[in-house]
């Protein structure tokens, strides 16, 4: 493989963990990856699974308190685990931005999305305010804000869903980073409006030269959307690979059971649902065993006594962890 | 917004038009013959009379009203029959002192809270933030007359400076010195009760903003500490300080009077106990209205002020 | 952050969490403060103290001593017993008054958030005018109007004066819970009104109306202590912390005793008061989740 200097981004062993009231809590456990320049990889779980703790914690916007973080980050060169507010700042918004879920949480609801575009060229760029304030109009039209010069001075408030998402993404590409975490960027938004603004990251991914990690519990959303999936659940990566090696040759039975719970256009009408049963584990109880066993149909007693490793599976980087993995000979394609 | 502002306008003329006629009411809710209790005690029965029908008290009672406030809008309070000064040139001597008072404080109590709630909301429980906290607490149970006794006996007792009684109050005019001199004292106490509050209404709303998302998002644009506590989270957590600002300030335009009486300082609350204390109902009568009214407006002028900050109230 | 939320929501859901946030030593040890004002407010009579009004004048201003706990006064009076006999006023001007405005305005502010419609707008328009008046002035002028003045007629005042702030408490915080969806679930189920006001719609105002109370009472305890430095107080033999601290301002360096005593016993008594409001606020707000 090629060494880690052509990597954007290299996850090594990362584990979070936070101190609560009940107990340390490790809502991330030992998770590695990589992730070239100009990639997308998904990374995919229910709600709970630690997703959203792990985007951040690469980014390095975790919680200052009760939180230990081991292992390693680094992006281009530089290691964000436990690093300096200093060092991270330094990093954030030039190298890697994120967009985050609710854009009307994550705006500030009593100032103008143009000054928080400006902020950003201003504060990270140097740029003088009417330099920022044209490149803050480009950035709105660059998203496909309509009438960008007159909506520079809306309020949050005074945009739709859709829009408000838009301005989110103007504000993270403000300073062209290479790296673009974007934590359920959809979800919340209208159906319509979500392949919008997904078909507007694919788009701006390819001109901007970025990479992207979208975190998501929606497959659909990942589904050709992205290079590589990572299959989250309770904390720890049980499958990773190619998208298509993931969808059509998925080892682990709780990606499966993901797959087959996502409702289907293709499917007939009056289709029962299916469910996963049972619920995610609570994390402060950590059991020995996989951490699916109790709800998984092919689990045996080696499943609830050994945590299983990841393992390489038939293809080129694909791996997952479980001691009863579906066969592997399933929906064979042309590599 | 126009709409808001001209709403609000009319209901503060509702408000004052209400108080006017408490405080006229409120001279004539007194028991007694009302000209025998304005004329004083010892006045004969046809001095009596002869007040009665100057007041026009002979008149209905609404008609005295009109009268009244006609003559309040004309500027005319009525003239003391105790001090025989017109009743506005009282007042109007008495309030600059009130409002140089309550700037005095207040800029101080701003000064200190602003940046000791920042510092705290910034690093909570860290030990600025607990002795801070642990002491406004403490402070909050300690009435302004028990501080301004206290204080009174530290300075004459430890700093050996006598205590000769009311000192004596400067005009600003005549000389600044001896004015903020005269001030420092009732002013600092002033000050540290409006502190306590202003620290701690801040601090537990800055905690509570800086949990929102959009100061994450700030942060993962790469701005610095400060700037996002003075550009982000000071501005949505600042509201309920105004709030508490605009409330405080009603009262102490209000309630100042406890500083004022024991340190002799002549402002509005001082003329109103004097007043109350020799009867002297018209300069009562008086105070009561500008005062009641003075309260409106800085309630109204602070709605306005926080509509400014965060313009999502008018919205609503 | 939504995954925290949601591990929080789990560990909640799944088990309930032993530790719920503890009240405290410091908690308990308040609780006993004001308990034992209490009861000496009560029993002052068969308590063995000195004659809080009897003047010995061979010991004036006299230091603290076994004879006198706290000294005496400038007239020769015990600091100890008047600071006992003198709790009876504040715990009855402040518990008082605050009855009196809860009674009222508590079941007023209620019905009102409750029922809206006519019968809010009319009585909400009543109180916030009243509001709208400067309290303060309107009990100093009554009460330097309204002669002779007892202990009664001064619970009467402030506990009226007090009807439109309780009022207004209630009346806020009714109207956010009434509006949350619980209560117009149960509304839907066809729960009859009473049924929502007790079960519903009580528990939740209890917290805020508590702790509204313990300030209410820290406040007018403070207010008897101005009005007493106006001479608007309880008549002067008797004796209250206030009138012992206004009468201490003649003799301030002669005896410091006369102050330091009654000063302290008023602020503890209201930090206590505070403590325990501010610490059972904390013990009921369920919906803080503290990560």
Known sequence: ????????????????????????????????????????????????????????????????????????VLLNGNQMANATERFKRELWGTEVAMVFQDPMTSL????????????????????????????????LELVGIPSPAHRYNAYPGQLSGGMRQRVVIAIALACSPKLLMADEPTTGLDVTIQAQILNLLDELKERLHMSVVLVTHDLGVVATRTSRIIVMYAGRIVEVGATRDVFANHRMPYTRALLESSPKVSNASHTRLVTIPGRPPNLLKITDGCSFAPRC???????????????????????????NPLPATRGVTAS | MLRYVIRRILMLIGIVFVISVGSFFLIHLLPGNIAAVIEGPGASPENQAKLFKLLGLNRPIYEQY??????????????????????????RAALPIDLELILLSQILAFATAIPLAMRSARKPDGILDRIFSAGSFTMLSVPPFIVIVLLVLFISVELGVPHTGPSSYVSFASNWIGNLQSMALPAVTLAVGSFVVYYRVLRSDLIATLQEEFITMARSKGISQRRIMWRHAFRPSSVALLGTAGVNIGGLLAGGFVVQFLLAIPGLGYTLISAINTDDYLLVQGIVLVVSVGVVLINFLFDFIINIVDPRISRE | MSDLIFIAEEVSLVEKPEKKEPLGLLFWFCIGWIALNFVGAIFANVLPLQNPLYQDYNTINAAPSLHHLFGTDDIGRDIFARIVYGSRVSIAVGFGSMLIGYCIGAPLGMLAAYRRGRFDTIVTTIMYIFLAFPAIIATIAVLSFWTPRSVFKIIIVIGLASVPLVYRVIRTATLSISTKDFVVAAKVQGARDRRILMKELLPNIAPIGISFLLIGVATVIALEGTLAFLGLSVVVPTPSWGNMINESRTVLQQNPWLVIFPSLALCLFLLCLNFIGDRLRHHFDVTEVKL
């Open chain 1, 108 to 139: 500030n609801p009593v100032v103008r999305i143009g000054k928080q575009i400006d902020e950003t060229l201003r504060v990270r760029l140097g740029m003088s305010r009417q330099d920022a304030k044209a490149r803050a109009i480009e950035l």
């Open chain 2, 66 to 91: 009109f009268v009244w406030i006609n003559h309040v809008l004309h500027g005319n309070l009525g003239t003391s029959f105790i001090t025989g000064t017109p009743v506005v040139q009282s007042i």
């Open chain 1, 297 to 323: 149909a092919y689990a045996t007693e080696k499943c609830r006594t050994d945590r299983p490793e990841l393992q390489p599976g038939a293809q080129p980087g694909h791996s997952f962890a479980c001691w």
């Open chain 1, 1 to 72: 493989m090629s060494d880690n200097s052509e990597k954007l981004l290299v996850v090594d062993n990362l584990s979070t963990t936070f101190a609560t009231a009940g107990g340390p809590l490790p809502a991330v456990s030992n998770v590695s990856f990589d992730l070239l320049g100009n990639e997308t990889i998904g990374i995919v779980g229910e709600s709970g699974s630690g997703k959203t703790v792990l985007s951040r914690t690469i980014m390095g916007l975790q919680p200052r308190t009760n939180v230990t973080v081991t292992g390693s």
